[in-house]
């Protein structure tokens, strides 16, 4: 049964600092995984979406990378802002099944 | 597109009524997923549908449960009876595709007293 992590569980940092949010699972066979982040009272937005070719996406301030031999999965946020406080949640979709989630982590950033 | 709609945003009943939740996914999205959220279990897949049709419903915890589609724009969850345990927020999602990004709703807390 596929199980998903992430580390740290909560995260506070101030502003501008770059941070790395770690997710790790323990089938590599994967179809892909999505980063979510999720603002409190609020439903889930999708923030990259990474299939089992690919080794990482792009998309403004984030990027994520994907190894899955080692079953794990990096977010980087770059000069990150107040406005990236939420909870960030990994999902990952193993081949054939639907999405299973991390418990996500909860960033604060300090201004 | 409004996105995913649901509702009601707020339910609060007693332990055993029955208790009806709504979604309207994105037009043109064919995929349909009913997910539970709590603080000790996290984020929970119940049930999904795949052009109106129930694909995997492992998720659902019981019989109490149950999900409709009738048409492409529309599905409900219900449980009956409620009980406390299922105290939780619901989230409607839809995607295109199985493989493709899944869009959320703002999801129903709903409180069972």
């Known amino acids: 049964k596929q199980e998903v992590t992430q580390i740290p569980a909560a995260l506070s940092v101030p502003e501008g600092e770059n941070l790395v949010l770690n997710c790790s699972f323990t089938?590599?066979?994967?179809?892909?995984l999505q980063w979510f982040r999720q603002d409190p009272g609020k439903g889930l937005t999708s923030l990259l979406l990474i299939q089992s070719s690919q080794r990482e996406q792009t998309s403004g301030r984030l990027n994520a990378s994907l190894d899955k031999s080692s079953g794990r999965s990096t977010l980087y946020i770059a000069a990150s802002q107040p406005g990236d406080s939420a909870t960030y949640l990994c999902?990952?979709?193993?081949?054939?099944?639907?999405?299973?989630f991390g418990p996500g982590t909860r960033l604060s950033v300090l201004p | 597109d409004a996105g995913v709609i649901q509702s009601p945003r707020h339910e609060v009943t007693e332990m055993g009524q029955e208790v009806t939740l709504r979604c309207k996914p994105i037009s043109g999205h064919d995929y349909l997923f009913w997910y539970r959220q709590t603080m000790m279990r996290g984020l929970e897949l119940l049930i999904y549908f795949n052009n109106n049709v129930p694909i995997d419903d492992s998720g659902m915890p019981e019989d109490r449960f149950s999900a409709k589609m009738p048409n492409a724009s529309f599905s409900t969850l219900k449980i009956q009876p409620s009980e406390p345990r299922d105290s939780a927020v619901y989230f409607c999602a839809s995607s295109r595709g199985l493989a493709d990004t899944q869009y959320f709703g703002p999801g129903t807390r709903l409180t069972v007293l």
């Open positions: 089938d590599s066979a994967i179809y892909n």
């Open positions: 999902a990952v979709r193993p081949d054939g099944q639907n999405f299973v």
